[in-house]
C-alpha cells in the first residue's frame, strides 16, 4: 500500500511539474506574440522617428523561454527582446536613402543595404549589448547568406523625407569587441522595425 501511494503523489507531482512549465510557455507566447512591434511609425509631428527591435528566438533564452518575463528581468537574464529608438542617448540618423538605412545611439548600430534586386547586401549588420551567461557583451551580427528580409522605403510627396520599414533574419555574430565568433544564437535572430520622416543628413 505504501509503494501505490508512493506511486501514486510521484505522479501527482510530475503532472502539477508539467502543467506549470505549460502554463509558464503559453503565457511567455502570449507576451511573445503581444510584444511584435508595429510595421510602421505613423506620427511625425514630432520629427524624425525610428523603432529598433530585436526578437531571440526562444531557444537562445534560459530553459527554452518558458519563464516569464518578469523572471527574466530581476536575475538580469538574457532577455527575449531588446529595442532602442529616437529617442535613446546618443541617437542619430547616420545615414538613410532608398538602399541604405544606417541608425545609431551609444552601443547601438544598425546598417542595412539592399543590392540593385532589393535583397539584403552582405554589408548589413547590427551592433547592439546583451547579457549572455551572466555576461555583459556587445555582439555584431550578420544575416545569413543568402540574407533573409527586406528593407522598403517610401518619400513623401514634395519632401526629401523617407519612411519605410524592415525585417532582417540575423543568423551569425561575434563579440563585437574582441572579434571573436560565439555559438549564439542558435537559431537567427530577427530584426524589425520602422521609421518617418528621416533625412541624409548634411555633411
Not at 516569464?68 to 529617442?87: A, S
Not at 530577427?190 to 555633411?203: D, K
Amino acid at each position: 500500500m505504501k509503494t501505490s501511494m508512493r506511486k501514486s503523489l510521484i505522479i501527482i507531482a510530475l503532472a502539477l511539474l508539467v502543467g506549470l512549465v505549460c502554463l509558464l510557455w503559453l503565457a511567455s507566447r502570449s507576451n511573445e506574440t503581444n510584444d511584435m512591434p508595429a510595421d510602421n511609425l505613423s506620427n511625425t509631428s514630432q520629427g524624425p522617428a525610428f523603432e529598433v527591435r530585436v526578437i531571440v528566438p526562444r531557444s537562445g533564452l534560459p530553459l527554452g523561454g518558458i519563464l516569464p518575463d518578469w523572471v527574466l528581468k530581476k536575475y538580469d537574464l538574457t532577455p527575449r527582446e531588446l529595442q532602442f529608438d529616437q529617442t535613446g542617448r546618443g541617437a542619430r540618423i547616420v545615414s538613410v536613402g532608398n538602399n541604405r538605412l544606417e541608425i545609431s545611439a551609444d552601443v547601438w548600430n544598425l546598417l542595412i543595404e539592399i543590392d540593385d534586386q532589393g535583397r539584403i547586401a552582405p554589408a548589413t549588420h547590427f551592433v547592439f549589448p546583451i547579457k549572455l551567461g551572466g555576461r555583459n557583451l556587445r555582439l555584431s551580427c550578420q544575416p545569413a547568406d543568402p540574407a533573409t528580409g527586406y528593407l522598403g522605403t517610401t518619400k513623401h510627396a514634395g519632401s526629401d523625407e523617407l519612411g519605410g520599414r524592415f525585417l532582417v533574419e540575423l543568423a551569425t555574430c561575434k563579440n563585437a569587441d574582441s572579434g571573436k565568433t560565439t555559438n549564439w544564437p542558435p537559431a537567427p535572430l530577427t530584426l524589425r522595425g520602422s521609421f518617418a520622416g528621416l533625412t541624409q543628413p548634411r555633411p
